[in-house]
Nanobody, 126 residues
């Protein structure tokens, strides 16, 4: 019903910046809460940031607060993650996710999300 495709990952030096995009097709994102997650090898999928369906509300994992900014443009059916001051600990595959929502909720648990992108690799060198 909704397909998500991440882009913008790559290799960056510590202290650098990347902007990830999550483009949706199949459905308009205006009724979907969305989130960003990341997963390093051998680790569980970890919450990074979430945003309510209108963009009015956002939430961040403590380690990325002040460095990452999640936003969305429902007119373009796209969610973004601006990542600044990147650290090697940020290295992971980053996934975007969406779940239908009828209010202004946001969610931090992976199991809540119904739709997932394929992931994009972010590697931060020391």
């Amino acid at each position: 019903q909704v397909q998500l495709v991440e882009s913008g990952g790559g290799l960056v030096q510590a202290g650098g910046s990347l902007r990830l995009s999550c483009a949706a097709s199949g459905r308009t994102l205006s009724s979907y809460a969305m989130g960003w997650f990341r997963q390093a090898p051998g680790m569980e999928r970890e919450f990074v940031a979430s945003i309510s369906r209108s963009g009015r509300r956002t939430s961040y994992e403590d380690s990325v607060k002040g460095r990452f900014t999640v936003s969305r443009d429902n007119g373009k059916n796209t969610m973004y993650l601006q990542m600044n001051s990147l650290k090697p600990e940020d290295t992971a595959v980053y996934y975007c996710a969406a779940v239908v929502d009828f209010y202004e909720n946001y969610y931090s648990r992976p199991g809540v999300y119904r739709y997932w992108g394929q992931g994009t690799q972010v590697t931060v060198s020391p």
